[in-house]
Nanobody, 115 residues
Framework: QVQVVESGGGLVQPGGSLRLSCVHSRNIFSKDVMGWYRQAPGKQRESVAS???????NYADSMKGRCTISRGNAKNMMYLQMNSLNPEDTAVYYC?????????WGQGTQVTVSS
């Protein structure tokens, strides 16, 4: 059974930073894509950022300049560094792995931006 596990969510004040982590249990393949989506209350799930095994990154316009996605030395690890957070960033953040056309999802981690 594939496991995708996120960690690092929590409560942060406006203007603060947070780093999310994600690890999956599958082998690594050259065309893998890992990334993050988020879903705020009452809103649709939206893409945040993604990264390929080779390191190519993609960011949502709302997060450009405020976050950095990266892979760990162990390529099944991924991180999302988020800065200058604001209350609109409050959401459940989901990690995913896309491998051979199949998406594997984590359970999500809550990020709350509030004073």
């Amino acid at each position: 059974q594939v496991q995708v596990v996120e960690s690092g969510g929590g409560l942060v004040q406006p203007g603060g930073s947070l780093r999310l982590s994600c690890v999956h249990s599958r082998n690594i393949f050259s065309k893998d894509v890992m990334g993050w989506y988020r879903q705020a209350p009452g809103k649709q799930r939206e893409s945040v950022a993604s990264i390929t095994t080779g390191g190519t990154t993609n960011y949502a316009d709302s997060m450009k300049g405020r976050c950095t996605i990266s892979r760990g030395n162990a390529k099944n690890m991924m991180y999302l560094q988020m800065n200058s957070l604001n209350p609109e960033d409050t959401a459940v953040y989901y990690c995913y792995l896309n491998q051979f056309g199949t998406d594997y999802w984590g359970q999500g981690t809550q990020v709350t931006v509030s004073s």
